[in-house]
């Protein structure tokens, strides 16, 4: 059971470049969430999914967009990366809240992003 | 939106010693969990507690719902335990789950 897998663990970009990471998450959850975590600061939330197809803006969501084709990748894109992205990027999925009695949110291991 | 606010922001323990973790929260909630953030980054889920207490170890948790707080209990602390603790609430209003800024425990031997 991989749980909540993201690739990849590591890159670095150049001001200007694209890229896109990818979570999957094989337990057959309906929510997904892109969080970032920069020095010394909790993780804030970028943006999430409550489904297949449909995606939302959290607390940081300028400069990344998201995409949820199937239900169990997620997809953060940065179009055109900034030095202010970089940081280290958390996938997380869970149950819905409500739904069913757990709904503990699982994270995958981060990927440490550099932009120069 | 909720806010998550934990104390202490920083701790020093000498290994063996005892603490105590809070996290206040501004609204209700049906989701809360704790997290260590080892020196790698990796983080591990300890607790999933929405209310009630849990024991796993020398680790302990209780949230007291009503009152809009959790505890972290840690025992006879090793240096093993050093990293950044979270706490991460949501509720079925918000759908998302929001982190606290954490609580840095360095243990020393």
């Known amino acids: 059971n991989a749980g909540v897998t993201q690739t990849p663990k590591f890159r670095v970009l150049k001001t200007g470049q694209s890229m896109t990471l990818l979570c999957a998450q094989d337990m057959n959850h309906e929510y997904m969430y892109w969080y970032r975590q920069d020095p010394g600061m909790g993780l804030r939330l970028i943006h999430y999914?409550?489904?297949?197809?449909?995606?939302a803006k959290g607390e940081v969501p300028d400069g990344y967009n998201v995409s949820r084709l199937k239900k169990q990748n997620f997809l953060l894109g940065l179009e055109s990366a900034a030095p202010s992205q970089t940081s280290v990027y958390f996938c997380a999925s869970s149950y819905p809240p409500g739904a069913v009695l757990n709904t503990e949110a699982f994270f995958g291991q981060g990927t440490r992003l550099t932009v120069v | 939106g909720i806010q998550v606010e934990q104390s202490p922001p920083d701790l020093i323990l000498q290994e063996g010693a005892n603490s105590t973790l809070r996290c206040n929260f501004s609204?209700?909630?049906?989701?809360l969990q704790w997290f260590h953030q080892n020196p790698w980054g990796q983080l591990i889920n300890l607790f999933y507690i929405p209310s009630g207490t849990k024991q796993n170890g020398r680790l302990s948790a209780t949230t007291v719902a009503t009152e809009r707080y959790s505890l972290l209990y840690i025992s006879s602390s090793q240096t093993t335990d050093s990293g950044v603790y979270f706490c991460?609430?949501?509720?079925?209003?918000?759908?998302?789950?929001?982190f606290g800024a954490g609580t840095r425990l360095f243990v020393k031997a």
């Open positions: 991460a609430v949501g509720n079925t209003g918000g759908f998302k789950t929001i």
């Open positions: 609204d209700s909630v049906n989701n």
């Open positions: 999914s409550v489904g297949e197809g449909t995606t």
